[in-house]
């Protein structure tokens, strides 16, 4: 018995329901919480695609 999986199209025209609480800037920014040892909590804007090594 062979069975054969076809994936529907793409459907980019739905509205996005994570857009709507979406933090993201529109330079593709977004803001990032830090609580640093000391007890200090800090909030920088990293870009999106930011690597842990980019942002430490």
Do not use: H, N
Not at 28 to 44: A, C, E, K, N, R
């Amino acid at each position: 018995m062979c069975f054969s999986f076809i994936m529907p199209p793409a459907m980019a025209d739905i509205l996005d329901i994570w857009a709507v609480d979406s933090q993201i800037a529109s330079d593709g920014s977004i803001p990032v919480d830090f609580l640093l040892p000391t007890g200090i909590y800090i909030q920088l804007e990293v870009p999106r695609e930011a690597t842990i090594s980019y942002i430490k």
